[in-house]
């Protein structure tokens, strides 16, 4: 059993890079900015997140594979806690994330100032290609496979693609 | 024991139906206020959810589809917030005995207030529960409802509960994107062909008398609004009609004209619909009691 006080936050963070995203698999928890805490305490952890979506259903998968792997490294009490304030926004997904799924085919999120505050998110948003990089692209549908992807396509290279819209 | 609090509810209108249990109104209105949120979406979410393998065109099946995922998860927040409160109110309310059995100390879950109240209980308005009939009715249910929960989710976000607050701010960004996309099919098809036209126009003409519910307080909402839990919905309203009638405008759409407008559905006063849609979502907890997967 491991003993908590031998651990820093570091060392937990390390472990927790490990649990991916089951729905956008090549995106670890960190990379999308959903771990909001993590706690030592003398005869415990705790990891503090928030959902991307009310209703992501990857979050109950999250939770228990966050659990599975602190367990893994001889933890026990480990608790979970689940925060919606303040709302995750794409912002908080780190430049690693965005290039990871950039490198997977998913045009990564747009910073929300530049365009996707709620009074100015009705105007198209110039969507880069991930396969030839053209901002010639035009949008399919607003929902795409899961709840935080819409559909594109390229106007250029003809490829069909999903963008991690900005939230 | 469990559910003794919904014997006091089953006379139809009983809307502060938590009150007769615990004495203080301040309770009994935010758990009834919240389960009015969570009961709303919940069945819009479930009403959706039948679109599901069924749409006029896929991607259109997935965006429904993510809809009702987006209201569902939005009411599992309000259910557990509910759910918390009702424990921790009956728990006080018991015996040192009883306080200190495990069994007793978390009756209530999500999942029993989704699946084991009877449809006098579920306090969602009348419009939520209307069936789906064509795309263009379910495309205008959508708008009607998501330009209501917009303006209602931005003025929550600072009420006086953090817990609400907090729900609603984690909401608010899904719902601007639900307005935005129904907006821009009651456009599409309101201003598209003879036949989109006229469906719409019956749509309109068909959900129209459910609308002024949404704006009318029952005394439960009253008692929220006094107390800062709860804006004052009625003053929701200019910003709403005016949402609507710039996007009907586009869509070249007319609002019927003296028109009576039907309530009682946040006080347990259904129409048939609800009833029908409770026993398909309720079927397997109804059948399979406390059955997990």
Known sequence: ?167 | MVYQHHNESRKPGGDFSYGHLWGSSHDSALIAFTLHLADDALILGHRNSEWTGRGPVLEQDIAISNIALDLIGQARNFYQYAAGLINELSLSARSPEDQNSLFNSSDTTEDSLAYLRDSWDFKNCLLVEQPNGDWARTILRQFFFSAFQYYLYEQLQSARHAGLAAIAEKAFKETAYHLQWSSEWVIRLGDGTDESHVRMQQSLDLLWPYTGELFRPTNYELFCIREGICPDISLLKPSWDAKVLEIFAEATLAVPRNVWMQSGGKEGRHTEHLGYLLAEMQFLQRTYPGNDW
């Open chain 1, 1 to 167: 059993m491991a003993v908590y006080t031998d651990y820093i936050k570091e060392d937990i963070l390390s472990i927790l890079k490990q649990v991916n995203d089951p729905e956008v698999p090549v995106l670890n928890v960190l990379d999308l900015g959903i771990v909001r805490d993590v706690r030592m305490q003398d005869d415990g952890i705790e990891v503090v997140i928030t959902p991307t979506y009310s209703g992501c259903p990857a979050m109950d998968v999250i939770r228990m594979e966050i659990r599975m792997r602190l367990m893994e490294h001889g933890f026990k009490n480990i608790t979970l806690t689940t925060v919606l304030s303040p709302a995750w926004t794409t912002d908080w997904m780190t430049e690693e994330g965005k290039n990871k799924l950039l490198a997977y085919g998913i045009a990564p999120p747009h910073p929300t100032q530049v365009v996707c505050n709620i009074k100015q998110f009705q105007e198209e948003e110039a969507v880069q290609c991930p396969l030839c990089h053209s901002h010639h692209t035009r949008m399919i549908s607003r929902f795409g496979s899961t709840a935080c992807k819409a559909l594109y396509q390229c106007n250029d290279c003809g490829e069909p693609f999903d963008y991690f819209k900005c939230h």
